[in-house]
C-alpha cells in the first residue's frame, strides 16, 4: 500500500512528526484528514507517573502496523492515506507516543480509518509499556485481556462506565 506510512522511532535519535503525518495524508482528492496524537500524561489508575518506556520488537511492530492499514483500507475502501507512527524508549511526560493520522474524501472514512488503526495498535501491536512513579517504583503496563476487569472495578468504586481505557491505552 503505497498510502500507507509505518514507522517506529526511537526516541533518543527522533520526536514523533504530527506535520509530516498530515502532509503524508494530505491530498487534493481529500476532504477528510483526521488524526490522533497520544501523549504521556502524568497520572493514571490513581498514580503520580514521572515518565514512561517503550520497547518493542520493531519488524513485527511494523508487519502489525502494516497489516493494521490493509485492514482499514479493506473497511472504509479506497482512497485512503494513512500514517502509523509510534515512539520507542524513554518518554517523558507529555512526549508523543504515538501519531496516527488518516485522509480520506470525506470525514466519516477518516474518522472510521483513523480509530480503527488506533485501537488496533493499542490492543494488537507487540509494544510493551513501562511506567515509572514519582515514588521511584516502576510497573509493566496492564494488557487489554484485564480492559474488562478494569471497567468493572471501576463501576463498583464510582458507580459508572468510563467509555476508555483506565490502565492507559
Given at each position: 500500500?503505497?498510502?500507507?506510512?509505518?514507522?517506529v522511532?526511537?526516541?533518543?535519535?527522533?520526536?514523533?512528526?504530527?506535520?509530516?503525518?498530515?502532509?503524508?495524508?494530505?491530498?487534493?482528492?481529500?476532504?477528510?484528514?483526521?488524526s490522533?496524537?497520544?501523549?504521556?500524561?502524568?497520572?493514571?489508575?490513581?498514580?503520580?507517573?514521572?515518565?514512561?518506556?517503550?520497547?518493542?520488537?520493531?519488524p513485527?511492530?511494523?508487519?502489525?502496523?502494516?497489516?493494521?492499514?490493509?485492514?482499514?483500507?479493506?473497511?472504509?475502501?479506497?482512497?485512503?492515506?494513512?500514517?502509523?507512527?509510534?515512539?520507542?524508549?524513554?518518554?517523558?511526560?507529555?512526549?508523543?507516543?504515538?501519531?496516527?493520522?488518516?485522509?480520506?474524501?470525506?470525514?466519516?472514512?477518516?474518522?472510521?480509518?483513523?480509530?480503527?488503526?488506533?485501537?488496533?495498535?493499542?490492543?494488537?501491536?507487540?509494544?510493551?509499556?513501562?511506567?515509572?512513579?514519582?515514588?521511584?517504583?516502576s510497573?509493566?503496563?496492564?494488557?487489554?485481556?484485564?480492559?474488562?476487569?478494569?471497567?468493572?472495578?471501576?463501576?463498583?468504586?464510582?458507580?459508572?462506565?468510563?467509555?476508555?481505557?483506565?490502565?492507559?491505552?
Amino acid at each position: 500500500m503505497d498510502d500507507l506510512h509505518v514507522a517506529v522511532v526511537e526516541r533518543r535519535m527522533a520526536a514523533l512528526d504530527v506535520a509530516a503525518a498530515l502532509d503524508f495524508v494530505s491530498d487534493p482528492r481529500f476532504g477528510g484528514i483526521t488524526s490522533f496524537i497520544g501523549r504521556v500524561r502524568d497520572h493514571n489508575v490513581g498514580r503520580v507517573v514521572t515518565g514512561i518506556s517503550y520497547d518493542l520488537f520493531e519488524p513485527l511492530a511494523l508487519r502489525m502496523f502494516r497489516a493494521i492499514g490493509e485492514r482499514a483500507r479493506a473497511e472504509v475502501g479506497a482512497p485512503l492515506k494513512l500514517w502509523i507512527a509510534h515512539a520507542k524508549g524513554d518518554l517523558a511526560i507529555g512526549d508523543l507516543a504515538v501519531v496516527v493520522a488518516a485522509g480520506t474524501p470525506h470525514r466519516d472514512e477518516a474518522f472510521r480509518a483513523c480509530r480503527l488503526a488506533i485501537e488496533a495498535v493499542k490492543h494488537e501491536a507487540p509494544i510493551w509499556k513501562q511506567e515509572h512513579y514519582v515514588d521511584g517504583d516502576s510497573a509493566w503496563s496492564e494488557g487489554c485481556s484485564l480492559c474488562e476487569e478494569q471497567r468493572e472495578a471501576e463501576r463498583r468504586d464510582h458507580g459508572h462506565d468510563h467509555a476508555g481505557h483506565a490502565h492507559g491505552h
